[in-house]
């Protein structure tokens, strides 16, 4: 198969958190002392484990993702992105995004960091009722997150925040008024969940036991359909299915996994796709830190997909964007012809839930709501991709 030439991500994730969070494996994650200079001399190494494997390429963005990456010394940030920037070749509008808790000691290095070459901030807000927050278990009160908002405002030149919702005993009036807040600062860019309850997670056992409510499925439906009325009606609607953005303003480094591009992944826990294998570095942080020191990168698995796979890997990303998904890239990686109509497909556009059109499939406003449902009825006629 010819190498893919659209533009590569990288993403770089940093294991460490300072304090306790729901989001990660307590134990694993959380240092009180962390040997800078061995860490970014590994993860420059990983890095360069990667250019190998994906040379001649143009970088479109970078991401520093994980614990909390915004703890990062700039120095390390700084080297990262002269590194990347020297082995690929960055294009015009280069995207660097880092993800950042809200709280004040993250905030104050928000400078440092703009200076090592991040354009774009992502801040974990999660929501703005303090009653809320604590439920979710964050560490920052509202006035604390909005001051980092204020910050990184200053600093950077795009900005996201993310907020959850359809949370516990949560109105529709309750949501719609504080969407409305969120929408009054002015960024470009919002990622609003709806909360899921995972299995085996604190809240799984809540509400197993009766003492968790969350909405049931007509009220998220509502909460649902409000929040595209009010971001669209904003200029920021929705391009994916959680994801709002101002025209020009969506996150390019997500987008080229939704697109089903190459991205490059380092540091521990990292994934990664380039021209056809997926590839996991170890987890655990000190098992890929001595995988680095041994072998030049912390890699632990590399597989080649089944061209079956990357189709439907590439459908289940697709679906979830407003443009939905180009069936001439998915055929190609199917290595044959797009089929003209899917038996599933026809019945789900009879129904209004999808637009087939002759090279792109795409999810309607109505089918955005039932997209869990759509997704494998989709995908399993796509075998006949195989």
């Known amino acids: 198969m010819t190498p893919d030439k659209t533009p590569l991500a990288l993403y770089v994730h940093w294991p460490f958190c300072v304090s306790k969070c729901p989001y990660c494996d307590f134990n694993s994650h959380v240092r009180d002392v962390v040997d800078q200079r061995a860490w970014r001399d590994a993860l420059l190494a990983d890095l360069a484990y990667e250019a190998q494997a994906l040379p001649g390429r143009t970088l479109g963005s970078i991401f520093f993702g994980g614990g909390t990456p915004s703890l990062m010394p700039p120095a390390t940030v700084a080297a990262i992105i002269d590194a990347a920037r020297t082995i690929w070749t960055p294009a015009e509008n280069i ?29 974990g807000l999660q929501s703005l009722d303090n ?17 980092a908002l204020d910050t990184a405002q200053r600093h950077f030149e795009r900005v996201s925040f993310d907020l959850i919702y359809a949370l516990p005993d949560q109105s529709l009036a309750a949501w719609q008024a504080e969407l409305a ?10 990622s609003l969940y709806q909360l899921t309850i995972e299995p085996g997670t604190r809240f799984a056992t809540e509400a197993a036991k009766g003492r968790l409510t969350i909405p049931d499925g007509d009220t998220a439906a509502d909460l649902f359909e409000a929040t595209r009325a009010m971001t669209a009606a904003a200029g920021l609607p929705a391009y994916e299915t959680s994801n709002h953005a101002k025209a020009g303003a969506e996150s390019r480094h997500n987008l080229t996994y939704w697109r089903y591009g190459d991205y490059a992944g380092v540091g521990p826990g990292a994934h990664g796709r380039r021209d056809g294998v997926a590839t996991q570095r170890r987890k655990k942080p000190e098992n890929w830190l001595s995988a680095v020191a041994r072998n030049g990168h912390g890699t632990e698995v590399e597989t080649s997909l089944a061209p079956h796979d990357r189709a439907t890997e590439s459908l289940l990303m697709g679906l979830r964007l407003r443009e939905g998904v180009d069936l001439t890239h998915v055929a190609r990686l199917a290595g044959g012809a797009a089929p003209i109509v ?45």
């Open 131 to 147: 009653a809320a927050l604590k439920f979710l278990d964050r560490a920052h009160d509202v006035n604390e997150g909005l001051g």
């Open 95 to 123: 995207e660097i995004t880092l993800e950042a808790n809200p709280s004040s000691v993250e905030a104050a290095r928000f400078a440092d960091l703009a200076a090592a070459g991040v354009n774009r901030v992502s801040l």
């Open 181 to 190: 807040r969120a929408l009054s600062f002015g960024t470009e860019h919002l």
């Open 342 to 386: 899917w038996p599933a497909v026809a019945r789900l556009e009879a129904q209004g839930f999808i637009v087939h059109e002759p090279d792109r499939l795409r999810v309607t406003e109505a089918g955005a709501l039932l997209l869990d449902a759509i997704l494998p009825l989709v995908v399993g006629d796509a075998s006949a991709l195989a």
